[in-house]
Each structure stands twice: as structure tokens, then as C-alpha cells.
């Protein structure tokens, strides 16, 4: 894995630890929902599993790819960091073919306020270096 991937991988971890930490505001855990986000050909995953409704578990790496999900996100490496900075719009990537959606899109859409919260702290992190 380059530094480039560590780093996104390391810093997505750190973002999702931060933002599905509360049952009472964070979507994946009131919806229940095991969400994976894939960048390829970074070769970094990272998922997030609320389906205990408590508290959410936050894998990488094989244990993150080969877990089942009820989304899976595939995101271009080439776009990634913009993409989390929020200068990407997400329909416009799924268009250009940088962005692809496994499960269900009412569930993906249900998501989208917790984008632009996974978008902030992810900015602070970058910010922070």
C-alpha cells in the first residue's frame, strides 16, 4: 500500500470513529446498516458496521473487503481525496463512471447528510496535517 493509501485509510478510520459514534444522530446505526467504501486500484477499504443498532465497528483493509454490507461504495483512487474534501459531486462521479453504488439507492440517499458530516471531519483532519 502506497503512503498516499495509508494515509486515506488511516484518516477514514479516524473520520468514521468520530462521526458513527452516537446512536442518536448517526444514520448507519439507527438504520441499521454495514456500509464498505472501496478505492481502487488504492487498494484501500474501510467499512462501517451499525447493524447492532449500539455502536458501530470500523474495519479496514481484507477484513473490511471481504465482510458482507448492505452498500457498497466504489470510489477511483484518482478522486478519492477530493471526493472525501467534498469538491466531488457524487451523481456526477456515478456518470463519469468514478463511482459505483452495490445495494440499495433509497438506503445509499438516506446516507447523504452524513456525507457532508464525514466531508467536514474529514476537511479537519486534512487541515490539522
Given at each position: 500500500?502506497?503512503?498516499?493509501?495509508?494515509?486515506?485509510?488511516?484518516?477514514?478510520?479516524?473520520?468514521?470513529?468520530?462521526?458513527?459514534?452516537?446512536?442518536?444522530?448517526?444514520?448507519?446505526?439507527?438504520?441499521?446498516?454495514?456500509?464498505?467504501?472501496?478505492?481502487?486500484?488504492?487498494?484501500?477499504?474501510?467499512?462501517?458496521?451499525?447493524?447492532?443498532?449500539?455502536?458501530?465497528?470500523?474495519?479496514?483493509?481484507?477484513?473490511a473487503k471481504t465482510a458482507p454490507s448492505d452498500l457498497t461504495f466504489q470510489i477511483a483512487g484518482d478522486i478519492a481525496h477530493a471526493f472525501w474534501q467534498g469538491e466531488v459531486n457524487p451523481v456526477q462521479a456515478m456518470m463519469a463512471g468514478q463511482l459505483?453504488?452495490?445495494?440499495?439507492?433509497?438506503?445509499?440517499?438516506?446516507?447523504?447528510?452524513?456525507?457532508?458530516?464525514?466531508?467536514?471531519?474529514?476537511?479537519?483532519?486534512?487541515?490539522?496535517?
Open positions: 500500500m502506497t503512503n498516499d493509501a495509508a494515509q486515506l485509510e488511516q484518516r477514514l478510520v479516524q473520520v468514521f470513529n468520530m462521526v458513527h459514534s452516537s446512536p442518536e444522530t448517526d444514520v448507519v446505526l439507527k438504520k441499521r446498516l454495514s456500509v464498505t467504501f472501496l478505492f481502487l486500484p488504492l487498494d484501500v477499504a474501510v467499512r462501517v458496521d451499525g447493524s447492532n443498532g449500539q455502536a458501530a465497528s470500523i474495519t479496514s483493509g481484507n477484513e459505483s453504488i452495490q445495494g440499495s439507492l433509497v438506503q445509499a440517499l438516506a446516507l447523504s447528510p452524513s456525507l457532508k458530516v464525514m466531508q467536514e471531519a474529514y476537511r479537519g483532519l486534512v487541515q490539522q496535517g
